[in-house]
T-cell receptor
Framework: NAGVMQNPRHLVRRRGQEARLRCSPM?????VYWYRQLPEEGLKFMVY????????ESGMPKERFSAEFPKEGPSILRIQQVVRGDSAAYFC??????????????FGEGSWLTVV | DAKTTQPTSMDCAEGRAANLPCNHS???????VYWYRQIHSQGPQYIIH???NNETNEMASLIITEDRKSSTLILPHATLRDTAVYYC????????????FGKGTMLLVSP
């Protein structure tokens, strides 16, 4: 079974450009999560989505960041007008629909964004 | 999610068992104990989880105390590739819940 697939693995953007990070969940998983890890810091929750629905976006910065998980296709984390402070590793994770004992969250290998 | 407490770092000799402790004294009855690890520059990797019974899989064993206030992750024969940050997380295992990562334990396995 393919795991959580993220692309691109590495992305370089100039300040002011847009960054789009894609995530394809594991087969059969309908829940997607995005986490951010700043250099030398811990993993921070950003947003939790179900198909066509945002469940929890309490960790998303108020401006420039958005996420979607459409009915068809991958989940997208979009960062507009990037700044140097957005340089980080962005991890996507997925889980099946919540059922006791079956709702383990699995992570992808991450997308490393560098803003120059 | 309940808060967990883990030692900042631990050392282990290659081939020996690594026992990583975690305190979760405020855990609720419907919260599971999850363990993940993150090898440098990789994504977090799920290891194991449990509610109240001890659990074992191909990677590790999880021992949960009877009062559920603490647990221990056991890697029976640590290898150099087990060097990573290990995270103990408590989480409701149903519905809409996420993972809250703390600082974890940096396990260094040495030859």
């Amino acid at each position: 079974n393919a795991g959580v697939m993220q692309n691109p693995r590495h992305l370089v953007r100039r300040r002011g450009q847009e960054a789009r990070l894609r995530c394809s969940p594991m087969k059969g998983h309908s829940h997607v999560y995005w986490y951010r890890q700043l250099p030398e810091e811990g993993l921070k929750f950003m947003v939790y989505l179900q198909k066509e629905n945002i469940i929890d976006e309490s960790g998303m910065p108020k401006e420039r960041f958005s996420a979607e998980f459409p009915k068809e296709g991958p989940s997208i984390l979009r960062i507009q007008q990037v700044v140097r402070g957005d340089s980080a590793a962005y991890f996507c994770a997925s889980s099946p629909y919540g059922q006791t004992g079956g709702n383990t969250i699995y992570f992808g290998e991450g997308s490393w964004l560098t803003v120059v | 999610d309940a808060k967990t407490t883990q030692p900042t770092s631990m050392d282990c000799a290659e081939g020996r068992a690594a026992n990583l402790p975690c305190n979760h004294s405020t855990i609720s009855g419907n919260e599971y104990v999850y363990w993940y690890r993150q090898i440098h520059s990789q994504g977090p990797q799920y290891i194991i989880h449990g509610l109240k019974n001890n659990e074992t899989n191909e990677m590790a064993s999880l021992i949960i105390t009877e009062d559920r206030k603490s647990s221990t992750l056991i890697l029976p024969h640590a290898t150099l590739r087990d060097t990573a940050v290990y995270y103990c997380i408590v989480r409701v295992n149903s519905g809409y819940s996420t993972l809250t990562f703390g600082k974890g334990t940096m396990l260094l396995v040495s030859p």
